[in-house]
């Protein structure tokens, strides 16, 4: 199986695949959307890593066709801190997981090895024919839902505006609170909900029904 990085920023592109080819990946790299849907990749076993954010088309743009054509490559979002709300509307749409620039090394790593274990034989384009459905929404264990309940009012505030992808500074002026006690609840909130990093907080928050206002 082969790791798709697809990525218009050479050197992120470049160092994401020298990272996971010195862990022992196939790995193949594509630095625009076209090039990597024109190509075969798209019909090859493997996942596809891809940046959020890119000229011409989005990650999001990129993840809808191969839905629309009945590819069943696992997709991992790549996404900077602002780009959070996208990143949870990937989600949202059927990308397994996001990885935060600056790449946390062993969660990436992570993420691509749960992506492979996801992949599936590819299937003929289904364009011409009925719509697949929409991705099942993920699955909220007992345990998240016990952590969420622990949190207070004012943790579940901030926890929103985490989902929201918003800064400490943006949080602090919504809530009319210090930037301080806005990284005091953010952490108590990481603590409680037994998070490691903002996108494993963000997927148990998914997972809870706790989404981006508006949607």
Known sequence: MTV???????AVRDSVVILLECEGFRVEGFASPLAFL???APS???CLLVDVRMPQMSGLDVQERLVR??????????????????????????AI?????PFDEQALIGSVKAALARAVPPT??????????????PAVS??????????TPRERDV?????????????AFELSISPRTVEIHRARVMEKMRADSLPSLVRMALAAGITPKGE
Request: charged letters at 25%.
């Open 69 to 94: 054509e009945g590819r069943g490559l696992p997709v991992i979002v790549m996404t900077g801190h602002a780009d959070v709300p996208l990143a949870v509307r990937a989600m949202k749409a059927g």
């Open 142 to 151: 007992p345990e998240v839902l016990e952590r969420l309940s622990s949190l």
């Open 159 to 171: 926890l929103q505006w985490l989902v929201e992808g918003k800064s400490n500074k943006v949080i």
């Open 124 to 137: 003929a384009p289904q364009a011409a024919q009925a719509p697949l459905p929409a991705p099942a929404a």
């Open 38 to 40: 024109e190509s075969d």
């Open 4 to 10: 798709f990085v697809l990525d218009d920023d050479e």
């Open 44 to 46: 090859r076993p493997g």
């Open 97 to 101: 997981d996001f990885v935060e620039k």
